[in-house]
């Protein structure tokens, strides 16, 4: 399994990013893929995941109606579209993978069984 995430970078507030994830070795319908993101200085948390399966997501109520999370099966990519971003996005954003947690526990808890590397968002005022 692996995960290649991508599209970082530096934004002004209110504008916009799409951070790609890159995954090989697995199959994308038979697994939960998430992004989650790490500010300095504070914990690890869920951005929003998907199921592989049937498309179900979830997402932080800090990113709900900003963010969009998309897989296109034939690139073998997982998306995450960023808009309205604000200054509290600035962070580094992982992907992630799992092919045993439902979207719930891995959101709410953070249990994945594979990461990718991370990306760093900025996003400046």
């Known amino acids: 399994v692996q995960l290649q995430a991508s599209g970082g970078g530096l934004a002004q507030a209110g504008g916009s990013l799409r951070l790609s994830c890159a995954a090989s070795?697995?199959?994308?319908?038979?697994?939960?893929i998430g992004w989650f993101r790490q500010a300095p200085g504070k914990e690890r948390e869920g951005v929003s995941v998907v199921d592989g399966f049937d498309g179900r997501a979830l997402y932080a109520d800090s990113v709900s109606g900003r963010f969009t999370i998309s897989i296109d099966y034939d690139k073998k990519m997982v998306y995450l579209q960023m808009d309205s971003l604000k200054p509290e996005d600035t962070a580094v954003y992982y992907c992630a993978a799992s092919p045993r947690y439902t979207i719930w526990t891995m959101m709410k808890t953070g249990r994945v069984d594979y990461w990718g590397q991370g990306t760093l968002v900025t996003v400046s005022s």
């Open positions: 070795g697995f199959p994308l319908n038979e697994y939960i």
